[in-house]
């Protein structure tokens, strides 16, 4: 596959003609609004989430918007032509929401925690949604796309289904014995595979051009380990062969030679994109206004989107240049995190194949799963540092043919991601485990010694570059996939650091939440009860995947009756 691929637009052509025509206006609204309203809490994702009005004509919007100059003449418009942002998602009251679940958090004999816990629980209520009909009778006047079941958003300006996020979510959703509500949302993803191939970053029409970390297999696992419901196993079943095609396919697939001579295949990310993200074009058509050629722009464009679709969207991680956006390469890096889940996917079908009856599917997923295992130790295992690095390839070059593998190409640079591997100690679904007990302490002992341990939780990266998937934020889905995977090492001593880690993050958790009523989509883990911030849009408050990662610490750890939950002073 070459680095500029052939279907680098193809998420265009998923889309009946009012769908795109509507982005296309909509789009325009964005650049008007930001030229009329200024740049001073501008948040162009709002004006491509606005939904026709009913009764309202595009056409006659489209004809409207050019005359708009002033701000008063905006709010006009807007009220005249659409309807609010959100407002075709309603409340949608999960029926099995109960306000104290029968054998809710069982080991957390806190008072205060216990409290708090039912909080954050009830804040499912919140988040919890259903698609409006009127989406799926028009989807010509929605970005929004029609879903078969209840859905649970993230929260604030993320108003719609996340691939990744939605994992902790449903680890939440079982936690407070959800699981109709958890059911539904792995449904909806199963849904988004039937059409479109694979799992879309989330269930917008401006979304379709890409993915992100893919966990649905993890979902469907959860579940079918919590409730045993092998009917969901056998519905989901294709669509799981169906992703995993998507994610081994010529698209993402690159060939690496090792020093012994043997070729193997890992997967990195790449958008189906070379424009400006529909909810984020006006960021991205500045920072492309310092290239010059339309070839460079486009490329640049491409590279922001891949970015996204690897759910660090956006980190020094994918960047040559640490200070320079321009300088994105997403598509040229093979990702340690990347090739863990894929790893853990196939280690997942082959054991649904086994449980369904399919043998010859089941040796076939086995032997895919070792396959990438020693992939991933063969060329990201760096014995010196004791960690995973990123591959990069070169960037001088095209993506075709198979790759030598060189020592100098991992890159060196410390991320959590380097220690991702660890989560599938967690998770050996019965295949024999993946890292020795000797070698997750190693690896444990040089994430302590990384400068990613902050007192109020692991840090993304070490160097802060004002990006969000960069120092000082930490995020919950790395706490709990590092904390899990050193949970479940078989060592005393790494359990007794993943207890620390996930006591640091609950307790700057509940510090913020006391603080400003919330809680947050990351935070920054350099103090305890700070949230975080950087990136390209204000800080997010609801929030899905912090919910859940929460109620899954507190299930796995308990919270004692004397156990402080407040920062240490
Ligand atoms: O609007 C900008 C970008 O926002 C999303 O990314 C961030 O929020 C997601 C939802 O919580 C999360 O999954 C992702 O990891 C965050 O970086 C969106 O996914 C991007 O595609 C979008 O461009």
Known sequence: AQMEPAHAAAGEGDHGEGARALLALLQRVQSGALRVLGPRDFDPKLYVDLPLAPGADRAAAEAA?????????????????????????????????????????????????????????????????????SVAARPDRHTLLPLPGRVVVPG???????????????????????????KDIVLNLVYLVEEYGFVLNGARSYYTNRSQPPLLSSMVLEL????????????????????????????????????????????????????????????????????????????????????????????????????????????????????????????????????????????????????????????LWNSEMEQWLDYWLPTDGNCQGVYKWELKSQNRKIFASNFIPLWLNAHNSGLGPFLDEAKSVRVMRSLQTSGLVCPAGIATSVSN?????????????????????????????????????????????????????????????????KSGGGGEYKPQTGFGWSNGVLLAFLEELGWSQDKEIGCPS
């Open 224 to 379: 079918y380990t919590a409730t045993g419901d092998l009917g969901l196993v056998r519905r989901a079943f294709p669509s799981l062969l169906k992703e995993h095609s998507f994610w081994v396919s010529e698209l993402h697939n690159v060939e690496i030679m090792d020093n012994h001579g043997r070729v193997h295949n890992l997967s990195r990310y790449q958008a189906m994109w070379n424009k400006p993200r529909p909810e984020s074009a006006t960021i991205d058509e500045e920072l492309a206004s310092k290239l010059n050629s339309t070839a460079a722009k486009e490329k640049l464009y491409h590279q922001i989107a891949s970015a996204a679709e690897s759910g660090w969207d956006f980190s020094s991680r994918w960047m040559s240049n640490s200070t320079d956006m321009t300088t994105l390469v997403t598509t040229f890096v093979i990702p340690v995190d990347l090739n863990t889940f894929i790893c853990k996917m196939e280690r997942d079908i082959a054991v649904f194949a086994e449980l369904i009856g399919e043998k010859a599917t089941a040796e076939i997923f086995s032997q895919a799963s070792k396959a990438r295992h020693t992939a991933i130790e063969s060329l």
């Open 65 to 133: 918007v050019a005359a708009v100059t002033t701000r008063g003449e905006m709010e006009a418009f807007l009220a005249r032509y659409f309807a609010r942002a959100g407002s075709d998602l309603v409340e949608a009251d999960p029926p099995d929401f109960e306000a104290e679940p029968r054998g809710f958090l069982p080991r957390v004999a806190s008072g205060e925690a216990r409290a708090w816990a039912l909080q954050v629980h009830a804040l499912w209520k919140d988040l919890a949604r259903r698609v409006a009909p």
């Open 465 to 529: 570059t004002g990006q969000q998937w960069d120092f000082p934020n930490g995020w919950a889905p790395l706490q709990h996939l590092i904390a899990e995977g050193l949970l479940n090492s078989g060592s005393t001593e790494a359990k007794e650091f993943a207890e620390d880690i996930a006591t640091r993050w609950v307790r700057t958790n509940y510090a913020a939440y006391k603080s400003s009523g919330a809680m947050h989509e990351k935070y920054d883990v350099e103090a305890c009860g």
């Open 156 to 182: 604030s300006r993320f108003r719609e289904v996340y691939y990744w996020d939605s994992y902790w979510v449903v680890r939440g959703l079982l936690v407070s014995k959800m699981y109709d509500t958890a």
